[in-house]
């Protein structure tokens, strides 16, 4: 038995343009991004996760300096701006001559501070502060090379007329040796540490993963009140003493 099935078509441009449209419409969806391959990102399997073990060292080396800094100020109340800087200019004029005296570079030398402030009176029933004049204040940090100077550049200075003595420091001119032999100490130290906590958790140091480092010379300052310096009969007695360097490092082993 056969059957027969009748299609009514449309108009010959309508329906061809109908159809063309739909096929049009039906090949772009199959072009588009939804039916394009997709990559899989897997993570490989044959490449080992890494592992680190961190630790600290720390090396100390004590040394013996070789320079002071010595900071020396003059400081003068006057009623006026004018007569103030005259009387500090001429005590430090003074103070510094007497450090030249002794052999002291200029280059040695450094003006760290100049500062004016004027003084106030206060009275009573909260009046009004009243002007009374003016302090200028200068300050100088020596470098000294010669460390049996120190106690004549700290007697010298104030007997010329300095009246503020802020401290001596000592140091190291050139610490690049002390540091290095720090330096392999903290590593030497670091490694050991890390050798015992791999020995312990039953796994071995392959390489390294990162080292970072931190230094800093460890000055000794001597402080002194003017008033009890400049009152001593006999020479100022001072003692360098000693240094010590420190280096610091971090340091992340890899561990297989």
Do not use: C
């Not at 049009?24 to 592992?51: K, M, Y």
């Amino acid at each position: 038995m056969s059957r027969t099935v009748t299609l009514t078509l449309p108009r010959p441009n309508v329906g061809w343009l109908a159809v063309g449209v739909a096929l049009g419409l039906v090949a772009a969806s199959i072009a588009s991004p939804v039916f394009a391959p997709r990559t899989a990102l897997a993570v490989d399997p044959s490449a080992p996760a890494e592992h680190t073990l961190s630790v600290t060292g720390t090396g100390r080396v004590v040394v013996s300096p070789d320079i002071a800094d010595l900071r020396l100020g003059v400081s003068s109340t006057k009623p006026t701006v004018k007569a103030a800087r005259a009387a500090a200019a001429d005590a430090m004029t003074r103070v510094l001559a007497a450090l030249r005296k002794l052999g002291i570079a200029e280059t040695d030398i450094e003006t760290t501070t100049i500062a004016l402030q004027p003084v106030y009176a206060y009275g009573n029933g909260g009046s009004a502060p009243r002007l009374t004049g003016y302090t200028l204040s200068n300050a100088i940090v020596v470098t000294i090379r010669d460390l049996d100077l120190v106690g004549d550049a700290i007697d010298d200075g104030l007997a010329a007329g300095a009246t503020t003595l802020d401290g001596v420091s000592f140091r190291v001119d050139d610490p690049a040796k002390a540091e290095e032999q720090a330096r392999r100490q903290a590593i030497i130290q670091a490694r050991a540490k890390a050798d015992t906590l791999a020995s312990g958790a039953g796994v071995s140091i392959v390489g390294v993963a990162s080292m970072s480092e931190t230094s800093a010379p460890i000055p000794y300052p001597i402080f002194y009140g003017a008033e009890r310096a400049a009152a001593l009969d006999t020479a100022t007695p001072v003692n360098p003493g000693t240094n010590e360097i420190v280096v610091s490092v971090a340091i992340s082993y890899l561990i297989d």
